[in-house]
Protein backbone atom coordinates (compact mmCIF):
# COMPACT_ATOMS: atom_id res chain seq x y z
CA UNK A 1 0.00 0.00 0.00
CA UNK A 2 1.31 3.30 -1.17
CA UNK A 3 -0.32 6.24 0.94
CA UNK A 4 -1.48 9.68 -0.98
CA UNK A 5 1.76 11.69 0.26
CA UNK A 6 3.94 8.99 -0.52
CA UNK A 7 2.54 9.13 -3.77
CA UNK A 8 2.20 13.05 -4.08
CA UNK A 9 6.23 13.01 -3.14
CA UNK A 10 7.21 10.06 -5.73
CA UNK A 11 5.58 12.53 -8.22
CA UNK A 12 6.87 15.52 -6.92
CA UNK A 13 10.81 13.98 -6.69
CA UNK A 14 10.09 13.26 -10.83
CA UNK A 15 9.27 16.28 -11.53
CA UNK A 16 11.89 18.50 -9.66
CA UNK A 17 14.64 15.64 -11.48
CA UNK A 18 13.07 15.55 -14.92
CA UNK A 19 13.40 19.73 -14.71
CA UNK A 20 16.93 19.36 -13.49
CA UNK A 21 17.90 16.61 -15.86
CA UNK A 22 16.14 16.38 -19.17
CA UNK A 23 16.71 19.58 -20.55
CA UNK A 24 20.61 20.09 -22.44
CA UNK A 25 20.89 23.43 -21.62
CA UNK A 26 20.16 25.25 -18.33
CA UNK A 27 17.89 27.85 -19.73
CA UNK A 28 15.78 25.16 -21.64
CA UNK A 29 12.17 25.18 -20.31
CA UNK A 30 11.10 21.81 -19.81
CA UNK A 31 6.81 21.61 -19.09
CA UNK A 32 5.77 18.29 -17.50
CA UNK A 33 2.03 18.02 -17.77
CA UNK A 34 0.20 14.77 -16.16
CA UNK A 35 -1.58 12.07 -18.38
CA UNK A 36 -4.40 9.95 -17.13
CA UNK A 37 -3.22 7.53 -14.87
CA UNK A 38 -5.42 4.65 -17.10
CA UNK A 39 -3.28 5.99 -20.20
CA UNK A 40 0.30 4.82 -18.75
CA UNK A 41 0.29 1.42 -20.19
CA UNK A 42 -1.43 2.16 -23.13
CA UNK A 43 0.72 2.18 -25.85
CA UNK A 44 -0.99 4.38 -28.07
CA UNK A 45 -1.96 6.93 -25.51
CA UNK A 46 1.85 7.75 -25.25
CA UNK A 47 3.98 9.77 -26.89
CA UNK A 48 6.85 7.46 -28.38
CA UNK A 49 7.94 4.28 -30.02
CA UNK A 50 10.36 3.39 -27.89
CA UNK A 51 11.23 3.57 -24.15
CA UNK A 52 13.95 3.67 -21.56
CA UNK A 53 13.30 1.96 -18.64
CA UNK A 54 15.47 2.42 -15.13
CA UNK A 55 14.89 0.96 -11.66
CA UNK A 56 15.34 1.76 -8.59
CA UNK A 57 14.95 -1.33 -5.82
CA UNK A 58 14.59 -1.02 -1.97
CA UNK A 59 13.41 -3.64 0.85
CA UNK A 60 9.57 -1.47 0.95
CA UNK A 61 9.56 -0.93 -3.12
CA UNK A 62 10.49 -0.98 -7.28
CA UNK A 63 10.33 2.00 -8.90
CA UNK A 64 10.24 1.68 -12.75
CA UNK A 65 10.83 5.18 -14.41
CA UNK A 66 9.73 4.88 -17.48
CA UNK A 67 11.25 7.82 -20.74
CA UNK A 68 9.35 7.68 -24.03
CA UNK A 69 11.01 8.89 -26.94
CA UNK A 70 10.82 8.52 -30.77
CA UNK A 71 14.69 8.77 -32.32
CA UNK A 72 13.02 11.35 -34.83
CA UNK A 73 14.76 14.46 -36.32
CA UNK A 74 13.32 16.83 -33.26
CA UNK A 75 14.94 14.58 -30.76
CA UNK A 76 18.35 13.96 -32.15
CA UNK A 77 18.37 17.67 -33.27
CA UNK A 78 17.28 18.23 -29.40
CA UNK A 79 20.20 16.02 -27.57
CA UNK A 80 22.85 15.89 -30.47
CA UNK A 81 22.89 19.42 -31.44
CA UNK A 82 25.06 19.50 -34.53
CA UNK A 83 27.71 16.60 -33.36
CA UNK A 84 26.41 14.20 -36.00
CA UNK A 85 29.08 11.70 -34.56
CA UNK A 86 27.51 10.99 -31.39
CA UNK A 87 25.44 8.34 -31.29
CA UNK A 88 22.01 9.19 -30.12
CA UNK A 89 20.80 6.05 -28.02
CA UNK A 90 24.33 6.33 -26.05
CA UNK A 91 23.14 10.16 -25.25
CA UNK A 92 19.77 9.99 -24.72
CA UNK A 93 20.68 6.65 -22.10
CA UNK A 94 23.23 8.49 -19.82
CA UNK A 95 20.44 11.93 -19.81
CA UNK A 96 17.63 8.81 -18.93
CA UNK A 97 20.62 7.91 -15.88
CA UNK A 98 21.00 11.44 -15.16
CA UNK A 99 17.48 12.18 -14.63
CA UNK A 100 17.19 8.66 -12.50
CA UNK A 101 20.00 9.38 -10.64
CA UNK A 102 18.86 12.72 -9.25
CA UNK A 103 15.31 10.67 -8.20
CA UNK A 104 17.77 8.30 -6.44
CA UNK A 105 19.74 10.42 -4.57
CA UNK A 106 16.60 12.31 -3.17
CA UNK A 107 15.15 9.39 -2.32
CA UNK A 108 18.30 8.32 -0.25
CA UNK A 109 16.96 10.74 2.20
CA UNK A 110 13.85 8.58 3.24
CA UNK A 111 14.97 5.13 2.21
CA UNK A 112 18.87 4.21 3.15
CA UNK A 113 18.74 1.05 1.12
CA UNK A 114 18.76 1.76 -2.58
CA UNK A 115 19.83 0.60 -5.48
CA UNK A 116 19.66 1.51 -9.37
CA UNK A 117 19.80 -0.74 -12.79
CA UNK A 118 21.52 0.31 -16.07
CA UNK A 119 19.36 1.53 -18.63
CA UNK A 120 18.03 -0.23 -21.21
CA UNK A 121 15.73 0.81 -24.43
CA UNK A 122 12.20 -1.49 -24.93
CA UNK A 123 9.26 -0.94 -27.88
CA UNK A 124 6.80 0.80 -26.58
CA UNK A 125 4.49 -2.15 -27.31
CA UNK A 126 5.60 -3.85 -24.34
CA UNK A 127 4.06 -0.91 -22.18
CA UNK A 128 1.32 -3.00 -21.26
CA UNK A 129 2.85 -5.56 -19.96
CA UNK A 130 3.31 -3.20 -16.79
CA UNK A 131 0.23 -4.36 -15.37
CA UNK A 132 1.16 -8.04 -15.02
CA UNK A 133 3.29 -6.68 -12.10
CA UNK A 134 0.59 -5.61 -10.27
CA UNK A 135 1.78 -1.95 -9.37
CA UNK A 136 0.43 0.12 -6.42
CA UNK A 137 0.87 3.22 -7.61
CA UNK A 138 1.24 4.43 -11.84
CA UNK A 139 1.32 7.94 -13.18
CA UNK A 140 2.29 9.23 -16.41
CA UNK A 141 3.17 12.34 -17.87
CA UNK A 142 4.02 14.67 -21.24
CA UNK A 143 7.49 16.21 -21.24
CA UNK A 144 7.55 19.13 -23.37
CA UNK A 145 11.31 21.17 -24.01
CA UNK A 146 12.04 24.22 -25.41
CA UNK A 147 8.06 24.53 -26.20
CA UNK A 148 8.11 21.87 -28.80
CA UNK A 149 10.55 18.49 -27.87
CA UNK A 150 8.30 15.85 -26.86
CA UNK A 151 9.04 13.05 -24.36
CA UNK A 152 6.88 11.48 -21.97
CA UNK A 153 7.38 9.71 -18.65
CA UNK A 154 5.79 6.67 -16.39
CA UNK A 155 6.28 6.28 -13.18
CA UNK A 156 5.59 2.24 -11.89
CA UNK A 157 5.57 1.63 -8.70
CA UNK A 158 5.30 -2.17 -6.49
CA UNK A 159 5.49 -1.98 -2.95
CA UNK A 160 6.39 -4.88 -1.23
CA UNK A 161 5.43 -3.20 1.98
CA UNK A 162 3.80 -0.01 3.25
CA UNK A 163 5.18 3.00 1.40
CA UNK A 164 4.48 6.51 3.53
CA UNK A 165 6.75 9.29 3.41
CA UNK A 166 6.46 12.80 2.60
CA UNK A 167 9.13 14.46 0.41
CA UNK A 168 10.73 18.11 0.81
CA UNK A 169 11.21 19.01 -2.55
CA UNK A 170 12.02 22.46 -1.80
CA UNK A 171 15.20 21.89 -0.48
CA UNK A 172 16.65 19.46 -2.30
CA UNK A 173 20.31 19.85 -2.35
CA UNK A 174 22.78 19.95 -5.25
CA UNK A 175 25.59 18.18 -4.46
CA UNK A 176 26.17 16.35 -7.45
CA UNK A 177 29.58 16.58 -9.36
CA UNK A 178 31.67 16.94 -6.06
CA UNK A 179 34.94 14.95 -4.46
CA UNK A 180 33.85 13.41 -1.50
CA UNK A 181 37.45 12.42 -0.36
CA UNK A 182 37.61 9.72 2.06
CA UNK B 1 53.88 11.41 -18.14
CA UNK B 2 50.99 9.22 -15.69
CA UNK B 3 48.25 8.14 -17.04
CA UNK B 4 45.06 8.38 -16.42
CA UNK B 5 42.12 5.48 -16.55
CA UNK B 6 38.73 6.39 -17.42
CA UNK B 7 36.31 2.88 -16.67
CA UNK B 8 32.14 3.57 -18.16
CA UNK B 9 29.81 1.45 -19.94
CA UNK B 10 29.05 4.69 -21.30
CA UNK B 11 30.57 6.29 -24.57
CA UNK B 12 29.17 9.50 -23.42
CA UNK B 13 30.89 9.32 -20.24
CA UNK B 14 33.71 7.95 -21.13
CA UNK B 15 34.33 10.88 -23.98
CA UNK B 16 33.17 13.68 -21.63
CA UNK B 17 35.69 12.88 -18.94
CA UNK B 18 38.60 11.65 -21.36
CA UNK B 19 38.30 14.22 -23.62
CA UNK B 20 38.20 16.99 -20.63
CA UNK B 21 41.38 15.13 -18.81
CA UNK B 22 43.22 15.38 -22.28
CA UNK B 23 42.17 18.91 -22.89
CA UNK B 24 43.50 20.08 -19.57
CA UNK B 25 46.81 18.16 -20.43
CA UNK B 26 46.15 14.57 -18.67
CA UNK B 27 47.25 11.61 -20.40
CA UNK B 28 43.77 9.22 -20.57
CA UNK B 29 42.98 6.12 -21.47
CA UNK B 30 39.92 4.33 -21.48
CA UNK B 31 37.72 0.91 -20.97
CA UNK B 32 34.25 -0.18 -21.02
CA UNK B 33 33.38 -1.86 -18.14
CA UNK B 34 35.61 -3.67 -14.78
CA UNK B 35 36.88 -6.33 -16.65
CA UNK B 36 38.32 -4.07 -19.59
CA UNK B 37 39.66 -1.86 -16.86
CA UNK B 38 41.22 -4.77 -14.79
CA UNK B 39 43.20 -5.38 -17.94
CA UNK B 40 43.91 -2.17 -18.82
CA UNK B 41 45.58 -1.61 -15.27
CA UNK B 42 47.53 -4.78 -15.62
CA UNK B 43 48.84 -3.95 -18.87
CA UNK B 44 49.53 -0.27 -17.81
CA UNK B 45 51.59 0.05 -14.86
CA UNK B 46 52.06 4.01 -15.29
CA UNK B 47 48.46 4.05 -14.21
CA UNK B 48 48.10 6.43 -11.11
CA UNK B 49 44.56 7.20 -10.79
CA UNK B 50 41.54 5.70 -12.14
CA UNK B 51 38.05 7.06 -12.62
CA UNK B 52 35.23 4.67 -12.38
CA UNK B 53 31.34 3.84 -12.92
CA UNK B 54 30.02 1.29 -10.22
CA UNK B 55 26.76 -0.27 -12.50
CA UNK B 56 28.18 -1.83 -15.58
CA UNK B 57 27.94 -5.07 -17.34
CA UNK B 58 30.06 -7.78 -17.38
CA UNK B 59 31.96 -6.62 -13.92
CA UNK B 60 30.76 -3.39 -11.85
CA UNK B 61 33.12 -1.09 -10.65
CA UNK B 62 33.55 -1.72 -6.59
CA UNK B 63 34.34 -5.86 -7.63
CA UNK B 64 37.40 -3.93 -10.33
CA UNK B 65 38.63 -1.99 -6.95
CA UNK B 66 38.18 -5.37 -4.67
CA UNK B 67 39.52 -6.91 -7.36
CA UNK B 68 42.53 -4.10 -8.08
CA UNK B 69 43.71 -4.36 -4.42
CA UNK B 70 43.24 -8.12 -4.33
CA UNK B 71 44.25 -10.29 -7.29
CA UNK B 72 46.22 -7.70 -8.72
CA UNK B 73 47.47 -6.83 -5.01
CA UNK B 74 47.78 -2.92 -6.16
CA UNK B 75 47.66 -0.65 -3.29
CA UNK B 76 48.46 2.12 -4.73
CA UNK B 77 46.51 2.91 -7.59
CA UNK B 78 44.01 5.93 -6.65
CA UNK B 79 40.84 5.20 -7.26
CA UNK B 80 37.21 7.67 -7.38
CA UNK B 81 34.11 6.23 -8.11
CA UNK B 82 31.60 8.59 -10.72
CA UNK B 83 28.24 7.37 -9.99
CA UNK B 84 24.66 7.97 -10.43
CA UNK B 85 24.86 5.48 -7.03
CA UNK B 86 24.80 7.24 -3.63
CA UNK B 87 23.83 5.11 -0.99
CA UNK B 88 25.59 5.60 1.95
CA UNK B 89 26.44 1.31 1.75
CA UNK B 90 27.56 1.87 -1.37
CA UNK B 91 29.98 4.41 -0.45
CA UNK B 92 30.88 2.58 2.39
CA UNK B 93 31.71 -0.79 0.77
CA UNK B 94 34.00 1.31 -1.49
CA UNK B 95 35.80 2.85 1.08
CA UNK B 96 36.24 -0.43 3.13
CA UNK B 97 37.83 -1.96 -0.87
CA UNK B 98 39.78 1.07 -1.11
CA UNK B 99 38.30 3.65 -3.15
CA UNK B 100 39.60 7.23 -2.13
CA UNK B 101 36.51 9.34 -3.44
CA UNK B 102 33.05 9.56 -4.46
CA UNK B 103 31.34 11.76 -7.00
CA UNK B 104 28.05 11.86 -7.76
CA UNK B 105 27.24 12.54 -11.63
CA UNK B 106 26.56 14.55 -13.35
CA UNK B 107 30.35 14.92 -14.30
CA UNK B 108 31.51 19.07 -13.36
CA UNK B 109 35.29 19.00 -14.26
CA UNK B 110 36.68 22.32 -13.07
CA UNK B 111 35.39 21.21 -9.42
CA UNK B 112 37.94 18.24 -9.63
CA UNK B 113 40.37 18.81 -11.76
CA UNK B 114 42.93 19.97 -9.30
CA UNK B 115 42.68 16.90 -7.15
CA UNK B 116 42.53 15.15 -10.21
CA UNK B 117 46.25 16.17 -11.17
CA UNK B 118 47.47 15.61 -7.36
CA UNK B 119 45.85 12.10 -7.49
CA UNK B 120 47.87 11.30 -10.71
CA UNK B 121 51.23 12.95 -9.80
Redesign the interface.
Known amino acids: MITAQARDSFERIFRKAAQA?LPIEPGDTCEIAPVGAGDATRTDAMKGAQVVVLTISSIVFRLLLILHFDENDATRGYYLKDDVE??FQ??F??IC??C??AM??EL?RYF???????PYVLSAHCLPYLRELNPDFVSAYSVTLNGSMQLAATICVCADAPVDFVADTSAMEE???????? | MSKILVVD?????R?EVAGFLKKNGLDADTAVDGKDGLAKLKASPGIKLVISDV???NMDGLTMVEKIRGELANKTVNV?ML?????????ER??AAG??????????GD??LE?FRKLAS
Open positions: RRPEVLENLCGNQLPDLGMSTTSGELELF | DSSTVDNMPITTESSPAMKGKVKGWIVKPFKAVT
